[in-house]
């Protein structure tokens, strides 16, 4: 099984906030919000969560040291994110992740940068 979760903020993230106004994640989900319709879906979703949170802390502090990045992310994605990294580039921009299903557990198998503006 395959899941792509579309555009998505990444580094500084995405917003109609002017430049000197920093943007705000999006609210986390409250325990009244509904759940996915599957399983499957809850799992991929957990795993993207973890998986973007883990990314977002590398790029708070441009290292993927000590982040759990490994934890929900294939070899491929990994060199995805090492990438973004070295380039760090400071602009705001859209992303894409590829997920599959792996054994028993969701991966993300790929981060695409999308270069163009939000």
Same mark, same amino acid.
């Given at each position: 099984m395959l899941l792509l979760a579309g555009s998505v903020p990444a580094l500084a993230g995405c917003s109609d906030s002017s430049p000197d106004t920093p943007a705000r994640p999006s609210p986390a989900p409250t325990a009244g919000s509904p759940s996915p319709g599957t399983t499957a879906e809850a799992a991929a979703l957990t795993a993207y969560s973890?998986?973007?949170? !883990?990314? @977002?802390e590398a790029c708070s502090k441009a290292s993927s040291a000590a982040?759990?990045?490994n934890n929900n992310n294939t070899l491929r994605a990994l060199f995805d994110?090492?990438?973004d990294l070295k380039v760090m580039r400071l602009l705001k921009y !859209?992303? @894409?992740?590829?997920?599959?299903?792996w054994g028993t557990k969701w991966m993300a198998t790929k981060w695409t940068a999308q270069e163009r503006s939000c």
């Open positions: 973890n998986s973007w949170a !883990a990314q @977002t982040t759990g990045l994110i090492e990438h !859209a992303s @894409t992740a590829t997920l599959e299903k």
